[in-house]
């Protein structure tokens, strides 16, 4: 009988090693094996026991549960990656999610902010204190590269180069990635190094709070929140939406998607596709609203 424990741990080290998968989506996938394996207990299945029936009754349950497409689909894909890791542990010699068949995902167009609401987003922020230079630093920031909020503020002194403004990301599956940024966002970067004032603590992270520490993603969250209510902005806004908006206001300029999907630190130029959906969706609207025809 399979020692789970010791499988688990394996399997982890595994998909984040050789399959080169970020820390956070190995959690989501041990996540999902816990929740799997409470299954197989309850039905006291062995999880090399497993059959193709057995798998779909699983799915079929969690389904039934209320658990949404996207979060079905990633089960699934938890499912087929433990198996394979499985067949080439030798711990089984058939594999149960071989035929397995993914569920249709509604496609789901970001959020996204227009070149005006942006630039109300941005002006809105007082630069006065160090909290507010900083947030404008931020943001600024955020809206020129596309950056992830994690990579935002984890950003190190070592991975920036104010003088030729680029950066350097590792992103997610350890990819790193070279960002160019506008004079813009230099200009308030270095304003805010001006004002940020010596603190122990965590002194390599540019982007620290009042108290030397870094700032949370939850921090910059409610500070963003705060500043698009102030600029009197009621779209629901997320740090991603700016990373959105970024991408969209690229391509609709016409920038080349490669460049985007590059920027973006996109595996597949597909995920990067769904950008141009948001323009496909405004000349659509265009054609509508003036052709003599439609």
Known sequence: MIDLKKTIADFISYIIIEKGL???????????LSKFFVYA??????????????????????????????????????LRQFYKFLIVEELIKTNP???????????????????????ALLTSVSATDETNIRNR???????????????LINLKFSNINLEECFLKVLGKGSKER??????????????????RKPKSGEEDNIFITRLGK?????????QLKN??????????????????????????GG???????????????????????????KIKSQHKKFHPRS
């Open 178 to 195: 070279l960002i160019p940024f506008g004079n813009k966002a230099k200009d308030f970067i270095n304003v805010y190094l001006k004002k």
């Open 255 to 281: 920038a080349d998607i490669r460049f985007v999907q590059e920027m973006l630190g996109h595996s597949s130029i597909s995920t990067t596709q769904i950008y141009t959906h948001l323009d496909n969706a």
């Open 97 to 119: 999610t071989v035929y397995l068949t993914a569920p249709k995902i509604p496609e789901h167009l970001p959020g996204m902010l227009s070149s005006e609401e942006v630039d």
């Open 41 to 78: 207990q309850k039905k006291n299945i062995a999880v090399e026991n497993f059959e193709h029936n057995d798998i779909t009754d699983f799915l079929w349950e969690i389904k039934n549960e209320g658990l949404k497409p996207r979060s079905l689909y990633r089960m699934m894909e938890t």
């Open 227 to 252: 500043i698009a209510k102030n600029a009197g902005i009621v779209k629901n806004i997320t740090p991603h939406t700016l990373r959105h908006s970024f991408a969209s206001h690229l391509l609709s």
């Open 137 to 151: 630093a931020m943001l600024e920031l955020l809206y020129a590269t596309g950056l992830r909020v994690s990579e």
């Open 22 to 32: 970020a820390k956070n989506t190995a959690l989501a996938y041990k996540s999902d």
């Open 214 to 222: 870094k700032i949370s993603r939850i921090e910059f969250w409610r």
